[in-house]
Every structure is written in structure tokens, then in C-alpha cells.
């Protein structure tokens, strides 16, 4: 860097590429080129959100039911961990645009601490889905053995939308996609909100009843959904926390300061990206149907 | 020169300072509440359907552009960023209205026909 001085016989300020005219064209090219990307990011995210789009307004009621089993005190817990961490990384630019290399290292860690955690939670929600037998991949699920005596695969003599609190123990011997609950379509065919497209998704038509099967295969559409996005977002995730690795080696060698630090600013563009996509995430797969349950409905 | 050259242009704060970056924080912590709160109530049944979705994307929204203005400083960037920013939810929009347009207008049955 320092060699610039020598080349051209006048000041370069240290971070400067040669292609630049001066600072301000280098950070404003720079940052457009993240825009860019992001740009195609909401594009790549816009894709999934149009697919939940589409399968929700077909099947609302198999949507609100899956929904309503998501651990909604995780999603909640994360949710705040992901915005604490935004402003942590908000700070860390504010730091490195002072230069105090003390406190970016510091709020680059603790940034890493709570992507981290978010992580941690997440896995615990994947585990809970695994042993519930909620992975739309058939094989994948946690596999129970049938006890002797017992007929496997037998489904209960009651209809779906009856014993719907029941803790029953399920027999799972292929890993398969488990769901025996359709007291939601049930509730919303009482009320006479079921709409005529989901009477054909979720009806048996011999019997002109609800058909436990078929309501599951709504109910597995959203599943994979859920583990689409935020697997995806998970992924993103960890590209954010390998990018903070490479932040904290560079802010511990005091790289940035009052003249140099977009690679600071970047990478908090993708972190509060990967936010703003959570923000939008914990409503649509978390919160989509509590209203029909929360006060005992 | 040198010191010309220093002072061009980072002589305006860029951003809103630890107290502005704290209430940004504060209004994101309470629209998460907010978010939780309303949706355990049946805002269907009380004003119309689709209301709780609704209430529910508009606190998102919020959130989104407190983020985006504040915390990605895009309120103080080059009105290209504000075009990129702006235009990529417009082909947002562009995708679901065209996706749906064709989905609503099928006819009846699982995916009409």
C-alpha cells in the first residue's frame, strides 16, 4: 500500500484501487455491486416466497395446522436474537468507520455469538420435527419400531378431527411423513370458511368426509416449504458467519478506518439482508394460524 | 492535498449515531412483539378475512425499511442504490402479481382445470 506514494509521486489514500479516481467512485461502485447481488438475492428468496404464496392460498387450513406446530417461543427467541445482532453489526461499521479496532473485534464476536446461537436454536427446532416425523422426505424421519402385538401402520378408528390433543404414539417403522390431525378443516368446514378448492384438496370423494391422508399431503406440501426457506436461510446463515470470520481476521489486524471501510459496510449489507428475510419469515411460517388456537379454539 | 483529499468527503456523518442506531433497535424489538401479540388475536373474525396476514406483512414491512434505511444506510446512499432497492421489490411484486393473475383465474379444483 504504501508503494503507491513512491508510483505516483502524490498521496493515495491506503485503500484505494488503481481503477478509482478517488474514494468516494470506489465506494460507490463497490456498493452497487452489492446491490446488485442483493438485488438478486430478493429475486432467489422471491422465488420460495411466490411457492408459499401459491400453496397457501390453495390450502389455508393445512397451511394454519402446520403452522400451529412449529415451536413458535423458538421462532420468537430467534427472531430478537437475529435483530440484537443486526445492530451489533450496525455498531461494528459505526467502529470501523472510527477506526477503533477494540470495538469492532469485540461486536464482530459477538455478531458471530448470536449468528451462532440462531444456529443452535435452529437445529434444536430441526430435531424436534425429525422425532415428530415432520420431514416431508420419506425415510428421513425418526424410525419407532413396532411393539410386539401391536399391527404396524395401523391408523386410530377415530376420525382425524377427533383426539386431536391426544399424545399418541405413533409407529413409524419407514421413517414416513406423520400427521393424524385435521381438527383445523374440520373447524373450518363447521364454520363454512372452507373454500370450494380445498373441499377437492382434503375431501375423500367416496365418502364426501375429510380424508386424513389427503389432508396430510397438504399438510407435507408445507412442511417442505418450511424446511426449504429456512434451510435456505440457515445456509445463508452460515456464508454470513464465514464472512465474519474473515471480518474479524482483517479487524484484528486494524485494517479498516475513517477512510477505508466497505468491506465492513458489504458485509453488513448481506447481515442485515439474511435479517430482513427472517423478519418476513417468522410471520409467514410461525404465526400464519395461532389466532384459530390461541384462546382454546 | 492530502489533507483536501481526506476531508472531501467524509467530512457529513453517515449515519445516525448510537442513540439513533438504539431506537431503530427499539422499534424492531416492538414490532417483533407486536407481531406475536396480534397474531394470537382473530383479527379474521373482527375486521375481515385476511387481516391478520395483513397486519402481520405491514409490521414486516415496517421493520424491513427501518432496517434498510438505517442499519444498511441506504437513506444516505447514491440514488442508485435507492433505484436498485426500490426496483427489486417492484419485480417482486411484478412475480407474484403475474404467478397469482394465472392461479386465481383457473377455475375450480386443486389447480382448476
Given amino acids: 500500500m504504501a508503494t503507491h506514494v513512491d508510483t505516483h509521486g502524490e498521496y493515495h489514500p491506503p485503500g484505494l484501487q488503481h481503477q478509482f479516481e478517488d474514494m468516494k467512485q470506489q465506494e460507490e461502485s463497490v456498493s452497487i455491486g452489492m446491490w446488485m447481488f442483493l438485488v ?25 395446522a402446520g403452522s400451529n406446530h412449529l415451536n413458535v417461543v423458538m421462532g420468537f427467541a430467534n427472531t430478537l436474537v437475529l435483530i440484537v445482532s443486526s445492530l451489533t453489526m450496525a455498531l461494528t461499521v459505526y467502529y470501523a468507520q472510527k477506526g477503533n479496532r477494540n470495538m469492532q473485534v469485540i461486536l464482530i464476536i459477538l455478531t458471530m455469538i448470536f449468528g451462532a446461537t440462531f444456529l443452535g436454536v435452529k437445529v434444536v427446532e430441526y430435531k424436534e420435527k425429525y422425532d415428530d416425523g415432520l420431514v416431508p422426505v420419506t425415510g428421513l424421519n425418526r424410525k419407532v419400531k413396532a411393539s410386539a402385538g401391536e399391527e404396524h401402520g395401523e391408523e386410530p378408528a377415530k376420525p382425524c378431527w377427533e383426539g386431536a390433543h391426544e399424545e399418541h404414539e405413533y409407529i413409524n417403522p419407514k421413517g414416513e411423513f406423520q400427521w393424524h390431525d385435521c381438527s383445523l378443516a374440520k373447524k373450518a368446514e363447521n364454520e363454512g370458511f372452507l373454500t370450494p378448492t380445498e373441499k377437492i384438496g382434503y375431501y375423500n370423494p367416496a365418502s364426501g368426509q375429510i380424508d386424513a391422508n389427503k389432508f396430510r399431503d397438504k399438510v407435507r406440501i408445507y412442511f417442505w416449504i418450511y424446511f426449504a426457506m429456512t434451510g435456505l436461510h440457515a445456509l445463508h446463515m452460515i456464508v454470513g458467519l464465514i464472512l465474519m470470520s474473515w471480518l474479524l481476521y482483517k479487524a484484528w489486524k486494524n485494517t479498516f478506518s475513517a477512510e477505508y471501510y466497505m468491506p465492513v459496510e458489504m458485509s453488513g449489507l448481506y447481515w442485515h439482508f439474511v435479517d430482513i428475510v427472517w423478519i418476513f419469515l417468522f410471520p409467514l411460517l410461525y404465526l ?6 390461541a384462546h382454546g379454539g | ?3 483536501n483529499h481526506s476531508e472531501e468527503h467524509h467530512h457529513e456523518e453517515q449515519h445516525i449515531g448510537i442513540p439513533g ?19 394470537l388475536n382473530d383479527l379474521d373474525s373482527i375486521l375481515f378475512h385476511g387481516a391478520n396476514t395483513l397486519v402481520a406483512l405491514l409490521i414486516a414491512f415496517i421493520k424491513m425499511s427501518c432496517v434498510m434505511l438505517f442499519f444498511m444506510h441506504v437513506r444516505w446512499s447514491p440514488r442508485l442504490v435507492w433505484l436498485s432497492a426500490v426496483g427489486s421489490f417492484f419485480w417482486l411484486a411484478i412475480m407474484f402479481a403475474f404467478t397469482m393473475q394465472d392461479y386465481f383465474t383457473r377455475g375450480s379444483g386443486v389447480f382448476g382445470g
Fill in chain 2, 21 to 39: 442506531y438504539l431506537v431503530v433497535f427499539g422499534i424492531l424489538v416492538v414490532g417483533t412483539i407486536l407481531t406475536y401479540t396480534v397474531a
Fill in chain 1, 288 to 293: 400464519l394460524g395461532r389466532h384459530f388456537i
Fill in chain 2, 1 to 3: 492535498m492530502a489533507d
Fill in chain 1, 40 to 64: 438478486q438475492e430478493i429475486m432467489f428468496f422471491g422465488g420460495l416466497f411466490t411457492v408459499y404464496l401459491v400453496f397457501r392460498s390453495r390450502f389455508p387450513m393445512a397451511f394454519a
